[in-house]
């Protein structure tokens, strides 16, 4: 069983950057692919990046590669999504979560432990 822990959404003018963070607990992450994805009012849950813990391979959705960056602190389990540029179609609740085996999973269902969210909001 993994416990996923996000924080660092708040109230941001549009061009400005955020960190997120994601901790991890109950394993380690070591076997897993840890993902983020976002959700804005009305809309589905869609994914934002993630990263395969064992050799760091990392992978975006078009929509912010470049902008964003996703990056893991193995001593802390804790994955970060560092978000740059942000402009208020960025606005959601982020979630992270974790699937245990190699392959990168790009939607919902195929991610097995979620975290509660934080909430990021663009202003313009």
């Known amino acids: 069983q993994v416990q996923l822990v996000e924080s660092g959404g708040r109230l941001v003018q549009a061009g400005g950057s955020l960190r997120l963070s994601c901790a991890a607990s109950?394993?380690?992450?070591?076997?897993?692919?840890v993902g983020w994805f976002r959700q804005a009012p009305g809309k589905e849950r869609e994914f934002v990046a993630a990263?395969?813990?064992?050799?760091?391979?990392?992978y975006y959705a078009d929509s912010v590669k470049g902008r964003f960056t996703i990056s893991r602190d193995i001593a802390k389990n804790t994955v970060y999504l560092q978000m740059n540029s942000l402009n208020p179609e960025d606005t959601a609740v982020y979630y992270c979560?974790?699937?245990?085996?190699?392959?990168?999973?790009?939607?919902?269902?195929?991610?097995?432990?979620w975290g509660q969210g934080t909430q990021v909001t663009v202003s313009s």
């Open positions: 990263i395969r813990w064992s050799d760091y391979n990392r």
């Open positions: 109950g394993r380690t992450l070591s076997n897993y692919v």
């Open positions: 979560a974790a699937r245990g085996g190699y392959n990168i999973g790009r939607t919902p269902l195929e991610y097995d432990y």
